[in-house]
């Protein structure tokens, strides 16, 4: 019995130390010159931490942020950095994050 509620109290303490957010780079948001780059606020990310980012499992996400080639380049105090390296995006591209402990 104790094995079960060591489990329980496991993945309720991981449950606590990742916190989940969706994000969106908006069309309008990307820098004037390629490669584009655009910032988004995430709050609890350092610079340091472990962080992990997955487009929104939607077509035209996943098509974006392929024809776009589009990569989080940096992550600073409560933010991320992402950068298109072949094409402006010209629509909204939605992602999850997912901010954990220190690496």
Known sequence: MNTVYDFAQQRKAEKERLKKFDITLSADHWSDTLPYSQTVQVQGVTGTNIVFIAPEPVQENIEGVGDCKIIA??????????????AKPDININFHVLVGGEG
């Open 73 to 86: 380049t940096e992550q600073t105090t409560n933010a991320i950095t992402f950068t298109a390296f072949d």
